[in-house]
Nanobody, 120 residues
Framework: QVQLVESGGGLVQAGGSLRLSCLASRNIFNINNMGWYRQAPGKERELVAGITSGGSPNYADFVKGRFTISRDNAKNTVYLQMNSLKPEDTAVYYC??????????????WGQGTQVTVSS
């Protein structure tokens, strides 16, 4: 199992930047996928970006070219660099870890979330 703690959220003006961090309680080198999701008030949680154990990223269309996901296995940390922020990026951002298990459903762990607020 793995516990996740997000940090780095806050209040920023439109056009600004923030870097979110997700610290895992153990080594992440063998965690198959790690990702960032977000949930705005009244909306469903949605995928923002993900990264595989091999370092391959994927992004939601609405953040392509603005956000960058990365992982530092030595620090057990996944980052989300967010640039050119827009008011519509305002949400609680969650980190998720997924471990595939042979013959069983994947194991998923979520962090507690960090608030990102972008003012216009």
């Amino acid at each position: 199992q793995v516990q996740l703690v997000e940090s780095g959220g806050g209040l920023v003006q439109a056009g600004g930047s923030l870097r979110l961090s997700c610290l895992a309680s153990r080594n992440i080198f063998n965690i198959n996928n790690m990702g960032w999701y977000r949930q705005a008030p009244g909306k469903e949680r949605e995928l923002v970006a993900g990264i595989t154990s091999g370092g391959s990223p994927n992004y939601a269309d609405f953040v392509k070219g603005r956000f960058t996901i990365s992982r530092d296995n030595a620090k057990n940390t996944v980052y989300l660099q967010m640039n050119s922020l827009k008011p519509e990026d305002t949400a609680v951002y969650y980190c998720k870890a997924t471990i595939f298990r042979l013959g069983s459903d994947p194991y998923n762990s979520w962090g507690q979330g960090t608030q990102v607020t972008v003012s216009s």
